[in-house]
């Protein structure tokens, strides 16, 4: 009975197949986990501590911040083995959010303190240090996985990986939910133990298959420089299509989801009610994605291909676009963003994912680094200038929608490029270098 349930979730999946995507189904689950126990947090700390006005600004902000660190993370891809990059960076975020949840309790700059104000700078440390977590450790984990695979049992498996993740990211905000019982620092906590298993289950991983293990970066290739992945990007048509199917949803999501946490720092009077809201909102977007992971994500991208896939989502979200337009209210943009947040964690990223296959390794780590990094900071960006230039939500909700829309129809053309670019990639067996 179970072959039969998995192969009708995973097609045609091998028992070798199965025990490797599991495990990496097992990594995902912890850092998305993580992950999305973080972002209630985050938001919930920096609405109370600096004040959701700030949020735009914010947002802007990371956009600035992680430019040094897509270079520092370049250069490690050249110095460092790829399973070792997981040991840095996991071990230098555990240790700040251990620091991070000290600083909650004290009694000037943590939560004591009632009174929110720009100049408080442990909510920006929080803000910040959550973003780049996001973009460093998701961007690495899927070009880890895109770098010991291959097309066809990714068609499979990247199914697997999303499903795993998805329990994780139920997980996240169940606890989240629970702030007024665990409180903030406790929560924090949990942060800083689920970052530091991370690379233990990689060790595992690499264990249990060697041949995914990189002993150095090999000293005969040729040495490219920090910035060769922007390069690749700048130069090659195929990497540039995939960075708008990858970010161009952001820009719609930041618009919508300022709206809603604008709306949720009125209804709501603490960082614990916030961080609670919040919990609630992820616990419905990823059990989404879960359901559709299971029974969904694998099933379309085999039965209708990745251009059908590519193209289903910008539509959806068009259509969702139209729905805040003509209902506006807080419970209509929960359900928008639980649309949005679900569907491109469960349909679009593992097709995103799967463009990078025929691609070089400078572009599965280098100009992946810049699509899921830069990419995504400066598309969150430029959502927060659009927030930040409408001074009313109605004027947002008015405008924004009509810039939305247009940027769905940017979003559709470039899909259906991917997607056959794709295709004619992987038949001729031509690698993106």
Not at 88 to 95: D, E, G, K, R, S
Not at 137 to 159: E, Q
Request: charge should be positive.
């Amino acid at each position: 009975m179970f072959q039969a349930i998995k192969r009708a979730l995973w097609g045609d999946i091998s028992g070798e197949e199965f025990k490797r995507f599991g495990l990496l189904s097992l990594t995902f689950l912890f850092i998305i986990g993580t992950y999305w126990l973080m972002r209630p947090l985050k938001d919930g700390l920096f609405i109370k501590i600096v004040g959701a006005t700030y949020i735009p600004w914010a947002k802007i902000a990371s956009f600035v911040f992680i430019v040094p660190l897509i270079l520092i993370y370049s250069k490690l891809v050249d110095l460092v083995a790829k399973q070792k990059l997981f040991y840095i960076i996991c071990t230098f975020y555990a240790l700040l959010f251990f620091v991070i949840s000290f600083a909650l309790r004290h009694p000037t700059i943590g939560l004591t303190n009632t009174v929110p104000g720009a100049d408080r700078l442990l909510g920006w440390i929080i803000y910040l240090s959550i973003e780049s977590f996001g973009s460093l450790v998701v961007a690495l984990f899927w070009s880890f996985v895109a770098s010991s695979t291959d097309t066809s049992s990714a068609k499979k498996g990247y199914a697997l990986i999303i499903s795993g993740a998805q329990l994780g990211s139920i997980a996240g905000p169940f606890l989240a939910s629970n702030a007024k019982k665990f409180g903030m620092p406790l929560l924090t906590i949990f942060v800083s133990i689920g970052i530091l298993i991370v690379p233990l289950l990689i060790k595992l991983f690499i264990t249990v298959n060697p041949s995914a293990a990189e002993v150095a970066p090999v000293s005969t290739e040729k040495k490219t420089g920090i910035v060769e992945g922007l390069k690749l990007l700048l130069t090659r048509p195929y990497l540039a299509g995939i960075l708008g199917v990858a970010t161009l949803y952001e820009i719609i999501g930041t618009i919508i989801d300022y709206q809603m946490k604008m709306s949720a720092e009125q209804a709501f009077s603490t960082p614990e009610a916030i961080t609670q809201f919040l919990g609630n909102f992820g616990m419905a977007a990823n059990s989404l994605a879960l359901v559709f992971a299971l029974i969904g994500t694998s099933f379309f991208i085999r039965k209708f291909g990745l251009t059908f896939c590519l193209v289903a989502f910008p539509v959806t979200i068009g259509v969702v676009v139209g729905c805040v337009w003509a209902f506006p209210g807080i419970w209509i943009l929960f359900g928008a963003m639980v649309a949005i947040k679900g569907l491109s964690y469960a349909l679009n990223n593992p097709c995103k994912e799967i463009m990078y296959i025929p691609t070089s390794k400078d572009a599965k780590f280098k100009a992946k680094g810049w699509i899921d990094m830069f990419g995504g900071r400066s598309a969150k960006a430029a959502g927060s200038g659009i927030n930040a230039f409408f001074t009313t939500l109605s004027e947002l909700m008015f405008f924004g929608s009509i810039i939305s829309l247009g940027i769905v129809g940017i979003w559709i053309v470039v899909a259906l490029y991917v997607g056959k670019t794709n295709k004619k990639l992987t038949e001729s067996g031509t690698i993106i270098s």
